[in-house]
């Protein structure tokens, strides 16, 4: 299947700083990706959708001045926690969609501990 | 939007048996609906998945089923083995995948041997 790469896989950081979490798509063209988070032991929460070159639709209740989306190209598209709490600290996953659409493939996670 | 109830939580088996995880959902414009084995702190994989132009799909051990009317999908395992282990998650979602998925809450299936 098609290969989608999330970087970092696992970061630390202190509360009030702002972490960049990306999500590639290594072989394909992602028209949309997804983000998602789960808590531990919890199911995956879809939080926003961003389609390239427009402006990313967030799920009700997530804040969007929080978590900021940037989808700039095909390939890539990043998700930034900004003044990071540490009840913000979860398992972020990326999936992105291909064209036509199919099979959303998901990145590898990240790990996300504020302290 | 839609609904995704997912059960049970826990499922523990003995090896050899069978295991049958049930989905029900809300929306009837769904019409995609996969499957999902995570294990622990890594991403889900997608072990099958139904469209609903279809009732049953199978893949060696794994099939699911789909009931449109009753809003409702299964995944089966047969013949489980030690590697079966993991936690399963079924969602449903616009078959173009434009609208993201719903997951169900999950559940933590447990080999015994």
């Known amino acids: 299947g098609a290969v989608v790469s999330q970087h970092p896989s696992r970061v630390i950081c202190k509360s009030g700083t702002s972490v960049k979490i990306e999500c590639r798509s290594l072989?394909?063209?992602?028209?949309?990706m997804f983000w998602y988070r789960q808590f531990p032991k919890q199911s995956l929460m879809l939080m926003a959708t961003?389609?390239?070159?427009?402006?990313?639709?967030?799920e009700q209740g997530v804040e969007k001045d929080k978590f900021l989306i940037n989808h700039a190209s095909l390939t890539l598209s990043t998700l930034t926690v900004t003044s990071a709490h540490p009840e913000d600290s979860s398992f972020y996953i990326c999936?992105?969609?291909?064209?036509?659409?199919?099979?959303?493939?998901f990145g590898q996670g990240t790990r996300l501990t504020v302290v | 939007g839609e609904n995704v109830e997912q059960h049970p939580s826990t499922l523990s088996v003995q090896e050899g048996d069978s295991a049958v995880i049930k989905c029900t959902y809300s929306?009837?414009?769904?019409?995609?609906f996969p499957w999902y084995k995570q294990e622990l702190g890594k991403r889900p994989q997608l072990i099958i998945d139904?469209?609903?132009?279809?009732g049953e799909k199978k893949d060696q051990r794994i099939a699911v089923t789909l009931n449109k009317t009753a809003k409702h999908f299964s995944l089966h395992i047969t013949e489980t083995q030690p590697e079966d282990s993991a936690v399963y998650f079924c969602?449903?979602?616009?078959?173009?995948?434009?609208?993201?998925?719903?997951f169900g809450k999950g559940t933590h299936l447990i080999i015994q041997p």
């Open positions: 961003s389609n390239e070159g427009s402006k990313a639709t967030y």
């Open positions: 072989d394909f063209q992602a028209t949309t």
């Open positions: 969602a449903a979602g616009d078959g173009g995948g434009a609208d993201g998925l719903t």
């Open positions: 139904i469209r609903s132009n279809v």
């Open positions: 929306d009837s414009a769904s019409n995609y």
């Open positions: 999936s992105a969609l291909g064209f036509p659409n199919t099979e959303a493939f």
